[in-house]
């Protein structure tokens, strides 16, 4: 069965801070895609990041980076000098090839003081 | 990515009624995609929605319960029927961008069941 754990359920940091949010997954498949969400408190899911299993190489997009290592199964991500805005629930996801379900984890909240 | 509306944003209920949310995308999309999160939860995928076949239900949904809609390839309806407070919940609508596994969300449906 698959599974993503994101065992962080709340973080609180202070602006320009840097924070990463960890995500763990299980699955059977050698073909598989990993995803990260954010959720502002306006309630609609934006995407951020697919990776797909044959992809082991680090992303980076602005302050946002994504570390995938499949011999610790984890896709985590990081935020640098954070800042309020980035405030919200962020999910990680997984789905396989060919089932298009996604299984997402429980979420962290983020917050970000000023 | 596709631009993707529900109707209604949000909407308080009496228990025992029934509600229809629609979804409507600005692009020809086969898959779509409904889930639930109830408060402070993650997401649920209810049903898959493609145009043309019945809609598939994920274990614990039941077409009685949750019939779906999905008439062409810019919209689908999911009607939650005979509510009860544990219906409360925000309802999402998702698609699938083709080949990618890269799920977009609607803004959601906040329903408030009384």
């Known amino acids: 069965a698959q599974k993503v754990t994101q065992a962080q359920t709340e973080i609180s940091v202070v602006e320009k801070e840097d924070v990463t949010l960890d995500c763990v997954y299980e699955?059977?498949?050698?073909?598989?895609?990993l995803f990260w969400y954010k959720q502002p408190p306006s309630g609609e899911l934006v995407f951020l990041i697919r990776?797909?299993?044959?992809?082991?190489q680090n992303e980076i997009s602005g302050r946002y980076s994504w570390n995938f290592q499949k011999s610790t199964s984890s896709f985590n991500f990081t935020i640098t000098a954070s800042q309020v805005v980035d405030s919200a629930v962020y999910f990680c996801?997984?789905?396989?090839?060919?089932?298009?379900?996604?299984?997402f984890g429980t979420g962290t909240r983020l917050k970000v003081l000023a | 990515s596709a631009v993707i509306s529900q109707k209604p944003s949000r909407d308080i209920c009496q228990r025992g009624t029934s509600l229809t949310i629609q979804c409507q995308v600005d692009?020809?999309?086969?898959?779509m995609f409904w889930y639930r999160q109830q408060p402070g939860q993650s997401l649920t995928l209810i049903a898959t929605?493609?145009?043309?076949?019945?809609?598939?239900?994920e274990s614990g949904f039941v077409i009685d319960k949750f019939p779906i809609s999905r008439p062409n390839l810019t919209f689908s309806t999911l009607t939650v029927s005979n509510m009860s407070p544990e219906d409360s919940s925000i309802y999402l609508c998702?698609?699938?961008?083709?080949?990618?596994?890269?799920?977009?969300f609607g803004p959601g449906t906040r329903l408030t069941v009384t």
């Open positions: 998702s698609v699938e961008r083709a080949g990618t596994y890269e799920q977009y």
């Open positions: 699955t059977r498949d050698t073909t598989y895609y």
């Open positions: 990776r797909n299993s044959f992809d082991e």
């Open positions: 996801a997984l789905t396989s090839s060919g089932t298009y379900k996604y299984i």
């Open positions: 692009s020809q999309v086969t898959m």
């Open positions: 929605a493609n145009q043309g076949s019945e809609a598939t239900y």
